[in-house]
Each structure stands twice: as C-alpha cells, then as structure tokens.
C-alpha cells in the first residue's frame, strides 16, 4: 500500500518544540518534493514549508520562518518538520504531501493544488496550549 504516516504531533506549551515526521512506505521518496500543510478549525489549508526532491530547494511560509526547519532523510524514507518557538496559532493539524518530481528536481511547491496527483498523509494534531 502507497502511503504518507505523519507523526510527532502532540500537546507542547508555547515556546516548546516538537520534530514531526513523514514516512512514506510503498514508495521511495527521494523521487518525490514534499510539502507540509496544516490546516486549523475554520480556517483554510496552509501552506508550511517545502523541499525539492534534490533537498537543495526549500521554503517557509512567513508566519514560520525562523522557527521551522524542514529536512530529508532519504535513505530512512522520512521528510521531517522541526519546529521551534512554538505558538498558540501554530495549532492545527499538520499533513505531508509528496509529488513525483523527477522533471524538476530542483523545485520546492507550496501549493496544496500541487500535490493533487500525488500522496496525502492522514494528519497529525499539534496543539499549542499552557
């Protein structure tokens, strides 16, 4: 089976960090780009950051910058999202998408619309709260 699994999420107080994960299993991911989104109670899909297939591209969105790092791992699957400073606004849940990107290795995509034809982990909480 072709999946994305997320994990690390969890309940952090603000100021705290947590390291998310994305396995991917069924396929290799060093074919794809990988983005994280989350997407908050009413609120619209977001985009986090993302990393080119190559891992020499990536990008934050402004509300993270600084505070977020993403990172690969090919040979153990996984794309991982650090994240530091943590705020009360940074609760929502985290997804992870892989598009195929043999064609462009080298770009990083921070629109979910991308990811459309690709894969779409389930979700993971991470709630900001003292």
């Known amino acids: 089976q072709l999946q994305l699994v997320e994990s690390g999420g969890g309940l952090v107080q603000p100021g705290g960090s947590l390291r998310l994960s994305c396995v991917a299993s069924?396929?290799?991911?060093?074919?794809?780009?990988i983005g994280w989104f989350r997407q908050a109670p009413g609120k619209e899909r977001e985009g986090v950051s993302c990393?080119?297939?190559?891992?020499?591209?990536?990008n934050y969105g402004d509300s993270v910058k600084g505070r977020f790092t993403i990172s690969r791992d090919n040979d153990k699957n996984t794309v991982y999202l650090r994240m530091n400073s943590l705020e009360p606004e940074d609760t929502a849940i985290y997804y992870c998408?892989?598009?195929?990107?043999?064609?462009?290795?080298?770009?990083?995509?921070?629109?979910?619309?991308?990811?459309?034809?690709?894969?779409w982990g389930q979700g993971t909480q991470v709630t900001v709260s003292s």
């Open positions: 990393i080119s297939m190559n891992g020499g591209s990536t």
């Open positions: 069924g396929f290799a991911l060093d074919r794809y780009a």
């Open positions: 998408a892989a598009r195929r990107s043999t064609a462009l290795p080298a770009m990083c995509f921070m629109s979910s619309r991308v990811y459309d034809n690709g894969y």
